[in-house]
């Protein structure tokens, strides 16, 4: 293995909560004031190194090390430090303590477009922002033509960027940053920009950088998936605490993992007439598309009742009814004593709903009532892996229903 | 599956280490140099945004000087009957705006550093000082036309009556040298305020209301010799009067600088650049932190 070409040691990073955003004056003094005070009662405190219940560590004792040309990406929930991590990195914030080294030219990327004036045009943009990223005026001048027809802006290249659509802006921005040629790429969120086609372009860029240039990139991104695909290996992080490190698939499986928590709707909810919910779940949470899910759901007798009828229903975030689950068997109607049980469970072989937010219900109907019970639960779906290699499309792109297919190929 | 080439050796290129730094640190000069162009464009984007999308454009750094020299003639001249040297007041009120103007406009961009780029520089790292620096550059333009201008109305008071009065000391071509004091004292001062404003806004408020009255401490609408004597040792501990006198001096053959002002201007200019600079460097690590 040859010498890392990052290396990270023990890297922390701690906020004084309260104290984040600027003060005035008058409380700086009475902050020093109560700081001499505390030193004073305390003279054998080190008054510098005083741990406050108010600290709050977005790092805590980070470490690891990446190869060059390893393409690292760091998983973790908001607020798990990753962010924190890159700035520190980027060096735009100091670390309270330990110690990182970089062995070669860096460039960050947590935006695109960094410094574009609306007043320049595309032309004077591009060579600002290709500076404000660290290239010399010479290298954007060479990479100049190349930039212009990724971002497929020529006819407007002269025309202030003020007069550009949103699209065209995201685009100028990110065919610059794609032209950098650092030995180390720091990147947060990239994937998030443009369109669907322009996605595309832009994921094969970095897919062409790091496989055939050997560039080390570190990278975050919420779309698992996509990470998954351009990683060849992650870093998962939490409440500032590196929690795995090792191949992408395993610490993304674990990831997921960690957060199946199964979902359960609140208990005891009245349904129809006679009828209490006493429990509906599902897992894996998140649950995800083209995987098997399996459910729970039980309801509870108040009274004597004969149920003729179990539906589970649901819905997406439109509030359209999207698919039916029936319940019902040969050998119903079920009948229940008062206090009685009725508890159904099973799997979906493969759940066929594309990734995004679903409300289930139950239809019920009994001797005496019948109706629909909206909204009792909100299941997640997330996205399923892709074949390696490849980036899934962006969701509102992929229909609402997953397919379940095989296919062959020839020629091509 | 495309094989890859041996990738980049890192330890032919620079090793970055990344740590808290304790205590004062001074600029690295070199990394400084190798920003250069981004200097040049942020200080183009500074010039080119300023006056886009108004009509007279570029005129404005004409009409602003001239317009306050006819308000001070009206004023100090005519009304408060303040002497100015013998020299036609026009030229007199010109000559102490030109480093005036430049000190008060690179001031006000310096001390805005932080606040006004906060934005990028949470994303992106380059040396701070670059900003500071593009400001004080794309000044340069308002202050090169502000010198044609009063060069234009010192030609036309030379055909006329009191050409007498004024002329082109020899000592004119240390100009620029005056000008790279002001330069330097404006970003020094600036430095300071914008390294105090990242933390308490109490000082932005103060900075701006400091610079107008800061304007009547400085011999910009009198003369030094009209000072007071029991009056002359503020005058003296303002860094900005040598300046101001000495391209009196020297465009005009009308002001009165002499060795002590220099020697306190100079003194107090470096102590403050130098003050300002090692200020900003301590802030700019973790601003982004409590901005």
Avoid at chain 1, 98 to 127: Q, W
Wanted: overall charge positive.
């Amino acid at each position: 293995m040859s010498r890392p070409i990052i290396e990270i040691e023990n890297l922390s990073k701690r906020y004084q909560l309260g104290r984040i955003g600027s003060t005035s004056i008058r409380d700086e003094l009475v902050r020093r004031w109560e700081g001499i005070l505390a030193t004073v009662r305390r003279p054998l405190a080190d008054a510098g190194s005083t741990p406050s219940s108010r600290d709050f560590w977005a790092l805590k004792d980070v470490s690891f090390t990446v190869q060059p040309g390893e393409v690292l990406g760091i998983v973790g929930r908001n607020g798990a430090g990753k962010s924190t991590l890159l700035k520190i990195l980027s060096r735009i914030t100091e670390p309270t303590s330990g110690l990182a080294r970089l062995r070669g030219r860096v460039a960050s990327l947590l935006e695109v477009g960094t410094g574009f004036h609306p007043e320049l045009t595309g032309r004077e943009n591009v060579f600002l922002n290709g500076a404000i990223l660290g290239m010399t005026r010479a290298e954007i001048r060479d990479k100049f033509d190349e930039i212009v027809a990724f971002a497929g802006v020529e006819q407007f290249i002269d025309t202030p960027v003020k007069r550009y659509s949103s699209g065209m802006h995201v685009r100028l921005a990110f065919a610059v940053a794609a032209q950098l040629e650092p030995e180390i790429l720091i990147v947060d969120e990239v994937l998030a920009v443009g369109d669907a086609e322009f996605q595309k372009k832009c994921l094969g860029k970095m897919r062409e950088v790091t496989s055939n240039d050997g560039r080390t990139v570190l990278c975050v991104s919420h779309s698992l998936y996509a990470m998954e695909s351009l990683c060849s290996s992650m870093v998962h992080m939490d409440h500032g605490r590196v929690v795995a490190v090792g191949p992408s698939a395993e610490v993304v499986a674990n990831y997921v993992r960690q957060t199946m928590e199964p979902s359960a709707a609140a208990e005891g909810s009245a349904l129809v007439d006679g009828l209490r919910l006493s429990s509906l779940c599902f897992s894996p949470e998140p649950a995800i598309a083209g995987r098997p899910l399996q459910f729970k759901a039980g309801l509870v007798a108040t009274e004597r009742t004969v149920v003729t009828d179990v539906h589970l229903l649901f819905y997406n975030t439109f509030g359209m009814r999207i698919a039916t689950m029936d319940l019902r068997q040969e050998s119903g109607p079920y009948v229940l004593a008062p206090g009685g049980h009725l508890d159904f469970q099973g799997t979906i072989s493969r759940l066929p709903l594309v990734s995004g937010s679903y409300r289930v219900g139950l239809y019920l109907q009994t001797e005496r009532d019948h109706g629909d019970c909206y909204d009792l639960l909100q299941i997640e779906v997330s996205a399923a892996p892709t074949r390696p290699g490849l980036v899934p499309h962006a969701v509102q792109f992929q229909g609402t229903t997953v397919l379940d297919f095989q296919f062959e190929r020839s020629g091509g | 599956m495309i094989p890859k080439p041996p990738p980049p050796d890192p330890a032919a290129g620079l090793e970055i280490v990344i740590q808290p730094t304790r205590g004062w640190r001074w600029f690295s000069w070199r990394e400084l140099y190798s920003y250069r162009d981004l200097l040049w464009l942020l200080a183009r984007r500074d010039i080119v945004a300023r006056y886009q999308q108004t009509v007279l454009g570029p005129l404005w750094y004409i009409i602003q000087p001239v317009l306050t020299t006819v308000i001070f003639v009206v004023i100090f001249s005519r009304v408060a009957r303040i002497p100015t040297n013998g020299v036609p007041s026009s030229l007199f009120y010109l000559c102490g705006q030109l480093p005036w103007n430049y000190f008060a406009q690179t001031f006000q961009s310096t001390s805005n550093t932080f606040l006004a780029n906060a934005s990028m520089f949470g994303k992106v790292y380059f040396p701070r000082l670059i900003v500071p620096l593009a400001a004080a550059l794309s000044n340069l333009v308002a202050l090169g036309i502000q010198v044609a201008t009063f060069f234009v109305i010192f030609a036309l008071e030379k055909t006329g009556p009191r050409a007498g009065t004024f002329h082109l000391h020899a000592t004119a071509w240390l100009l620029p040298l005056a000008l790279l004091q002001v330069a330097i004292l404006s970003i020094g001062i600036g430095l300071w305020v914008t390294a105090l404003t990242a933390k308490f806004r109490d000082f932005a408020v103060l900075a701006t209301f400091l610079l107008q009255l800061w304007m009547y401490a400085s011999p910009v609408v009198f003369p030094l010799t009209r000072v007071p004597a029991r009056l002359y040792w503020a005058a003296a501990a303002n860094p900005l009067t040598f300046p101001i006198e000495a391209i009196r001096q020297m465009l005009l053959g009308a002001g009165t600088p002499t060795l002590p002002l220099f020697l306190i201007s100079l003194g107090t200019t470096l102590v403050l650049a130098v003050g300002g600079a090692l200020m900003f460097r301590r802030v700019e690590r973790n601003f982004i932190d409590v901005i």
